[in-house]
Structures are given as structure tokens and as C-alpha cells.
């Protein structure tokens, strides 16, 4: 019989992590080993690897590309046939190296109230492109004062949103400068969040 085993996880760009094939008993002559990977994009391993006459067992390297995608972990099952036995199989999880964190960037720091609105202040980025679109939602903590879209789209393929605007609002009320919080949120992504000042264009009457 033959059996494979290698690390129960690896780090995705890993590139010598070890398994090692395994026959019930030494061969009397070299045995070429099969090996496959069912998700090679994200886990690939030699095609063959060869036991040595007397020897039962060898050594074989896998390897995690790195995608740059923030795709998650991935569960990958590698394969180890050799004719006249049952093939010997194994599981590895790859874990993502991208982390599933937004980051919220704002073109400005401070804003006039009543000011024009601002087409391009800001976008949303990953520390990958995704494979699948990411929706999301952004909120102003005070839409008296400010005013964000309700929601923001990443493109498959993409890494970034499209840039969305900033729109003070005149209340008409002297209320001194204020500090407004904006947050970027999205479904089993880590929020994040940025304050931008809006100097009020109102003045105190008596």
C-alpha cells in the first residue's frame, strides 16, 4: 500500500513546504509514484516522485502560489498512486496571506460646511484583488453634517472601489466645528473607519 502525509496547513506562497510518500514495505526495484493536487492553483506537488530500490519511502515538496487574491483558506486533497495498490490521499489547508481587512481613505481632512460636494473624496481598498464583487455599505455617524454614499461596489478582479464623494450639509445652525466619523463595513470583512472635521460656515447671533 502507499500513503502520503504532509503538514495538516500551509501559509499560501509557501514554497518548500515537505511530504513524504510512504510504501507498507522496500521495493525491489525503483517504484515511480503519481502524485496530484485537486486544486492546483492554489496547492500543486511534483507530478512523480520515485522510491529507491531498498528505500520505503521519499520525500516531495509542495508548493502554495501566491494569487494575491483574498480569497479565503482553501482545503486541497493531495493524491499518491502507484499501480497494483490503493492510492493514499491528504488533506492541506492553505491559508490566505491576504488579510480581510477594508481600508477606508479619505482625499481630505477637513471640510466647509455647505461647500460644494466633493466628487472624488475617497475610496475603499483589500490588500488583494477579490474574485468576487464586495459590497460596501459606508455611514457618516452624522448626516446632518456629512454624507456618504449608502454603499460602495469592488469589482471582481479589482482591489479598490471607484472613488465616492463627500457632501457636507449647510443645517444653518452656529454648532462650531465638529468631527465626523466615516465607516466602511462589509460582510465578514474588518471595518474600518476615518474622521474628517467640518468647520461650520454659520455665525453666532445675539
Not at 105 to 132: H, M
Not at 161 to 176: Q, R
Amino acid at each position: 500500500s502507499v500513503t502520503v502525509s504532509a503538514l495538516s496547513s500551509i501559509l499560501e506562497g509557501a514554497t518548500s513546504a515537505t511530504g513524504i510518500v510512504s510504501l507498507g514495505q522496500s521495493g525491489a526495484a525503483d517504484l515511480v509514484v503519481a502524485l496530484s493536487s485537486s486544486t492546483p492553483s492554489r496547492l500543486t506537488v511534483p507530478a512523480t516522485v520515485i522510491i529507491p530500490a531498498g528505500q520505503s519511502s521519499t520525500t516531495f515538496t509542495l508548493v502554495a502560489p501566491d494569487n494575491n487574491q483574498v480569497d479565503g483558506n482553501h482545503t486541497a486533497t493531495v493524491t499518491a498512486s502507484l499501480a497494483g495498490s490503493s492510492p493514499g490521499t491528504t488533506t492541506v489547508q492553505v491559508i490566505d496571506n491576504e488579510n480581510r481587512n477594508l481600508n477606508l481613505v479619505l482625499f481630505y481632512t477637513t471640510l466647509v460646511e455647505g461647500s460644494a460636494p466633493v466628487p472624488s473624496g475617497g475610496y475603499v481598498s483589500l490588500s488583494g484583488s477579490t474574485p468576487t464583487p464586495v459590497v460596501i455599505t459606508l455611514s457618516s455617524n452624522d448626516i446632518s453634517e456629512l454624507e456618504v454614499p449608502t454603499s460602495v461596489t469592488i469589482n471582481a478582479g479589482s482591489s479598490t472601489t471607484p472613488y465616492f464623494p463627500l457632501t457636507t450639509v449647510d443645517d444653518a445652525i452656529f454648532d462650531g466645528t465638529q468631527t465626523v466619523i466615516v465607516t466602511a463595513n462589509a460582510s465578514t470583512f474588518v471595518s474600518s473607519t476615518k474622521t474628517i472635521t467640518i468647520q461650520d460656515n454659520d455665525n453666532l447671533t445675539l
